[in-house]
């Protein structure tokens, strides 16, 4: 990774404090299951990288994720290290340009837009099915609490 610092970078507007709202969207083999909780975004390591936390209730299930964030060079992308209370990990390459953002992982991938003040991002998770097809998985909403 480079030496871009969070400031610096388009990385900067998930700074704060989000509530957190969604929903995993119906298949055929499971109901709607509503997503509820925050997320915060926190510069760390001299504010070269951001710690994600996430804590939420997927219906009546607590998952709650840590996310190393960390812009390369041009800091309109970065390396995105997770790791969760299931024991699952992984890494991401996520991108911020303009009120664009998108992540892409090896089975899930992310598209979603900041408002323009930078309060609310929408967006729409999508998962790699065993048939090798994208299908929309986690429709999320955050809305910023706190800077």
């Known amino acids: 990774m480079g030496k871009t610092r969070i400031e610096d970078s388009p990385f900067n507007k998930l700074i704060g404090q989000w509530e957190t709202e969604g929903r995993i969207l119906e ?31 997927i219906g009546k299930e607590k998952s709650q994720t840590y996310e190393i964030i960390g812009p390369d060079q041009s800091g309109n992308q970065a390396k995105m290290q997770h790791y969760n209370n299931s024991g699952a990990s992984g890494i991401m390459l996520g991108r911020l ?31 790699l099915t065993d048939k090798k097809e994208w299908r929309d998985f986690i429709e999320i909403k955050l809305i910023k609490i706190k800077s």
Do not use: C
């Open 27 to 57: 298949t055929p083999e499971n109901p709607e299951t509503e997503i509820k909780g925050k997320d915060i975004y926190s510069p760390i390591l001299d504010g070269f990288f951001i710690l994600h936390k996430a804590d939420v209730e």
């Open 97 to 127: 340009k303009g009120d664009s953002y998108s992540i892409n992982g090896e089975k899930l991938r992310f598209k979603g837009r900041f408002d323009h003040n930078n309060n609310t991002l929408n967006g729409m998770w999508q998962q």
